[in-house]
C-alpha cells in the first residue's frame, strides 16, 4: 500500500432556440392549445423531449437550452461554449504565454461557488454568488471574473449565471478527460443578488476550520478529501494570485502567471495527481502539498488528516477514482439553495427541432421552416428526415409533407456527432397547422426502426422575429400577426433582457411590457406592431408574446428571441 508523504514528513506540518412547443398524440389541440411554435435561441437551440408520438410533453425551456450547449459544441450550429476549454491547454481570457487554464479556472470557480453553502439554513452553494464576491481575499487570483465574462453572454431569460457554473464544470471534466467522463448535468439553479457568507478555505486556513466549512456545505471528511483531490486533477496555483504559495522564481517569459501544476498532466482530467502524490514523485500533489511555506500547505494538511486513508481508498483503480470524482463533483453542483428545484438529468436528444417556426409574408403566405437535429448515436448522416404535418382541425392530407436535406455536421461533441437536416415550405393559410411529424428513414426510404417523433405546432398567433428591426429613432420595431378568424383583440409581450447590474459581472434579468397595436392585415392574419428601447444584450433578449381572444381564450408565443440570429450556422 502507498503511503504517500506519510509519517516521515508530519513532524513538518504546522487549496448559450427559444420556443413553447409540445409534443402531441392526436390532433385534439388546435386553436385552443397554448402555443407551441419553436425557435432560435442562443445559436439556434431548441428542444422537444423525444417520446413516442402518443406523448404528450411541456417544453422545459431550461433543459431546452442547456442541452444545446452541451451537445452542439463544433461546426454546424457551434454554442460556443466549448471552444473556450479546446485544446484543455487553453487559456481564453488572455495571452498562452500566462500559464492558465480555463477549464481549471471553472472548477475552481464551481467551488467557491459552492464552498459557502450552509445546507442546513438550505442557503449558498451553486448561486452565482461568488460574483459579488470576487474582492474577497479567500477569492484571490483572475479565474473568478475571467470565468464569469466568458458565461455572462450566454445568460437568459431562462439560462442563469449558476447553471453556467454548473455546466463549466461537466464541460471541464467531460472535455479534459478520455474516455470522457460525463457528469449527469440539472438545470434549474436560481441566480443570488448579493454576496453570501465567507468562508472558502484558503492555504492558510487551519484543519478545523477547513473541515468544518466543509461540513457546512454538507461534505464529511472524507469528502472533502476527495473533492480537493478531484478538482487538482488539473490546472496549477500561480505565483500572481498566491505569491505567499508559489515563488517569484517560477515566473518566466513562457510561464508568466508563475503556475506550478498539480501534476504531470495539468490539462487532462485524470487519477496522475492521486498516484504522483502517494508514490510521492514528479508534482506530488502540487504546490499546496509541497510549497517551502509551511503555512499554506493546505492539500497536505486535509489529505494527511486521515492518515492517507481516503486517497489509499480512490487509488485502488483508476476507476474507483473517477466515480468517486464523479459523485463528489455531482454532489457538489447540485448544492444549490433550499429555493431552487432542479430539472431531471439532462440527455441528450436524437431527434431535435432546431428554429422551426411559421412566418407570414406580406401577401399572407404561410412559410413553414427549420432543422432537425439527429445525433450519431442513433442516426447516421445519410438517413432521410421527412416531415409531415396535420391540418388546424387535425386532419392529414398526402400534400401536407416535405422532405429535408442535409445542411451542416457538427464532428467534436462528447456525445457524438450532430446532422443538421433543412426544411423550408409553406402551409395552405385556410387549412393551417396544428402539428408536424418527424420521420426518419434509411437511405433506401424504409421507416427507420424506432423513430416517428410529433411535435404540436400552433399557428394562431406568430411572432415574426426575421422582421425585428432598428428604427430611426433608435428603437426595435416588433412585428407580430394573429390569425383574424380567432378574433384576438389584444397583444401584449413580456421583455426579458440581460443587463448589467451593480457588483457582479453577471447580468441580471430586466423584465418590461410592451402593448401591440393593430396595423393592417396580411391575408388571413392581422399585423401587430410594437417598439421597444433596444435591450442592452439583443441577442439574448426574448420576449413572451401573449395574444388575448374573445371568451378569455389566450394564445401564447413563448420564449422567443426578439432578433433572429444565426451567426453560429455554417
Known amino acids: 500500500m502507498r503511503s504517500g508523504p506519510g509519517l516521515a514528513i508530519q513532524c513538518s506540518i504546522n487549496q448559450r432556440l427559444p420556443c413553447d412547443r409540445r409534443l402531441v398524440s392526436p390532433p385534439l ?26 406523448a404528450i410533453s411541456e417544453t422545459n425551456h431550461i433543459v ?52 459557502t453553502a450552509d445546507v442546513h439554513s438550505g442557503t449558498g452553494g451553486i448561486d452565482a454568488s461568488i460574483g459579488f464576491e470576487t ?66 478555505p484558503e492555504p492558510e486556513t487551519d484543519l478545523e476550520t477547513t473541515l468544518s466549512q466543509f461540513s457546512q456545505a454538507g461534505f464529511h471528511q472524507a469528502d472533502a478529501i476527495g473533492l480537493t483531490i478531484c478538482g487538482h486533477s488539473v490546472g496549477s496555483v500561480h505565483h500572481g494570485g498566491f505569491p505567499q504559495v508559489v515563488p517569484e522564481s517560477a515566473v518566466t517569459p513562457t510561464n508568466q502567471g508563475g503556475g506550478i501544476h498539480f501534476d504531470a498532466t495539468p490539462d487532462i482530467f485524470d487519477v496522475d495527481v492521486l498516484n504522483e502524490y502517494l508514490d510521492w514523485k514528479g508534482q506530488r500533489g502540487g504546490p499546496l502539498v509541497t510549497t517551502d511555506n509551511i503555512t499554506v500547505r493546505s492539500d497536505l494538511r486535509l489529505y494527511l488528516s486521515d492518515n492517507n486513508a481516503t486517497l489509499q481508498g480512490l487509488a485502488r483503480s483508476s476507476s474507483d477514482f473517477t466515480s468517486s470524482c464523479v459523485s463528489l463533483l455531482t454532489r457538489m453542483i447540485n448544492t ?51 416531415i409531415t404535418w396535420s391540418s388546424r382541425s387535425g386532419q392529414q392530407a398526402p400534400a401536407f409533407a416535405a422532405f429535408a436535406t442535409l445542411a451542416g455536421t457538427g464532428n467534436s461533441s462528447i456525445f457524438g456527432a450532430t446532422f443538421y437536416h433543412f426544411f423550408n415550405t409553406t402551409v395552405d393559410p385556410n387549412e393551417g397547422i396544428s402539428s408536424y411529424t418527424v420521420k426518419i428513414l434509411q437511405p433506401d426510404g424504409k421507416p427507420s426502426s424506432s423513430h416517428s417523433v410529433t411535435f404540436s405546432m400552433e399557428d394562431t398567433t406568430i411572432f415574426l422575429s426575421a422582421e425585428t428591426a432598428t428604427r430611426a429613432d433608435g428603437n426595435i420595431a416588433l412585428y407580430a400577426t394573429a390569425l383574424s378568424a380567432a378574433f384576438v383583440h389584444n397583444v401584449t409581450a413580456e421583455i426579458s433582457a440581460p443587463s448589467p447590474q451593480s457588483g457582479t459581472i453577471s447580468p441580471a434579468i430586466l423584465k418590461s411590457a410592451v402593448t401591440f397595436v393593430q396595423n393592417g392585415t396580411r391575408g388571413l392574419y392581422s399585423l401587430f406592431t410594437a417598439a421597444i428601447p433596444t435591450p442592452p444584450n439583443l441577442r439574448q433578449s426574448t420576449l413572451d408574446l401573449i395574444a388575448y381572444a374573445d371568451r378569455g381564450v389566450v394564445y401564447k408565443d413563448e420564449f422567443r428571441r426578439i432578433a433572429s440570429v444565426e451567426s453560429n450556422w455554417n
Open 29 to 54: 389541440f388546435h386553436l385552443l392549445l397554448m402555443h407551441s411554435l419553436t425557435s432560435l435561441l442562443v445559436a439556434g437551440s431548441s428542444l422537444a423531449v423525444a417520446l413516442s408520438s402518443a
Open 64 to 115: 431546452d437550452e442547456l442541452e444545446h450547449l452541451l451537445v452542439d459544441t463544433d461546426g454546424f450550429n457551434d454554442a460556443g461554449f466549448q471552444k473556450a476549454i479546446t485544446p484543455c491547454s487553453n487559456y481564453v481570457s488572455g495571452s498562452q504565454l500566462l500559464g492558465r487554464e480555463t477549464a481549471a479556472q471553472w472548477i475552481r470557480v464551481a467551488f467557491h461557488d459552492f464552498a
Open 336 to 386: 444549490v439553495p433550499a429555493s431552487a428545484h432542479l430539472t431531471d438529468p439532462i440527455q441528450p436528444i436524437e431527434v431535435k427541432p432546431v428554429n422551426v417556426s411559421l412566418t407570414v409574408d406580406y401577401s399572407g403566405r404561410v412559410s413553414f421552416s427549420g432543422y432537425i437535429r439527429l445525433l450519431s448515436s442513433n442516426f447516421k448522416s445519410t438517413d432521410l428526415v421527412r
Open 135 to 200: 474582492l474577497r481575499p479567500e477569492n484571490s487570483g483572475s479565474a473568478m471574473n475571467d470565468s464569469l465574462g466568458f458565461f455572462a453572454p450566454f445568460v437568459n431569460a431562462h439560462v442563469s449565471m449558476a447553471d453556467l457554473i454548473a455546466l463549466s464544470v461537466v464541460m471541464s471534466v467531460g472535455t479534459c478527460s478520455s474516455p470522457n467522463i460525463i457528469l449527469p448535468l440539472r438545470g434549474g439553479r436560481i441566480d443570488a443578488t448579493e454576496g453570501g457568507l465567507f468562508g472558502v
